[in-house]
């Protein structure tokens, strides 16, 4: 059966603090992987990896994907309460349908 | 329109009823999804369209749940005899492109299904 695993599940820091959160996979048609931010309803997408060590930076958000050992992390330097949200982990499959891993809770105290 | 509509935005039935639940994606994107999110889980795959078809509904979770795209562009997601467990949020997304070269999701704002 296709999964995706986040962790951790929550997480609290504090305004400055960096955080890096983690996705692992195990499916049988890789194609892509993504990650998304959800703040309320609707996730809004922040990077789409589909080769293995390249980085992709926006800001100081940054994510990189290791399709050998099967996981990518999301890294968020001089975290903001702004960043406060569910991250979420999601695999492309071959045939285009996509799998959600629960997300990973941040909560940036001030 | 600008980004992806559904409606209801909230919904209240009571156990027994039959609800349809609308999805109005972005002019254009070819690929439609719907999935189920509950309260401290993450997004539930039930089905997938490529245009009018159904690429793959292997997440429906069981005969009463049915989702159509007439017309390759509004979708609907039908749910028959509703249950308590069928509570949710339901999210829809599109996509300019699916299939092997799916990319990013645009999501609505989702329809929060509440049965008593």
């Known amino acids: 059966e296709d999964k995706v695993v986040q962790s951790p599940l929550s997480l609290v820091v504090h305004e400055g603090d960096t955080v890096t959160l983690n996705c692992s996979y195990e499916?049988?048609?890789?194609?892509?992987l993504l990650w998304y931010k959800q703040e309320k309803k609707a996730p809004t997408f922040l990077f789409m990896l589909?080769?293995?060590?390249i980085e992709k930076k926006s800001g100081r958000l940054s994510s990189i994907l290791d399709k050998k050992e099967l996981f990518s992390i999301l890294n968020i330097t001089a975290t903001q309460t702004g960043d406060s949200a569910v991250y979420l982990c999601?695999?492309?499959?071959?045939?285009?349908?996509?799998?959600f891993g629960k997300g990973t809770k941040l909560s940036v105290k001030p | 329109g600008a980004g992806v509509s559904q409606t209801p935005s909230n919904k209240v039935t009571e156990k027994g009823k039959y609800v349809e639940l609308r999805c109005d994606p972005i002019?254009?994107?070819?690929?439609l999804y719907w999935y189920r999110q509950s309260l401290g889980q993450g997004p539930e795959f039930l089905i997938y369209?490529?245009?009018?078809?159904?690429?793959?509904d292997s997440g429906l979770p069981n005969d009463r749940f049915f989702a159509v795209r007439p017309e390759g562009s509004v979708s609907t997601l039908k749910i028959q005899r509703t249950e308590r467990g069928d509570s949710a949020v339901y999210l829809c997304?599109?996509?300019?492109?699916?299939?092997?070269?799916?990319?990013?999701?645009?999501f609505g704002e989702g329809s929060r299904l509440t049965v008593l």
């Open positions: 997304a599109s996509s300019l492109f699916g299939g092997a070269t799916t990319g990013e999701l645009f």
């Open positions: 499916v049988t048609n890789f194609r892509s």
């Open positions: 999601a695999v492309v499959l071959s045939q285009g349908n996509l799998i």
């Open positions: 369209f490529q245009g009018t078809g159904a690429a793959d």
């Open positions: 002019s254009g994107h070819t690929a």
């Open positions: 589909t080769s293995s060590g």
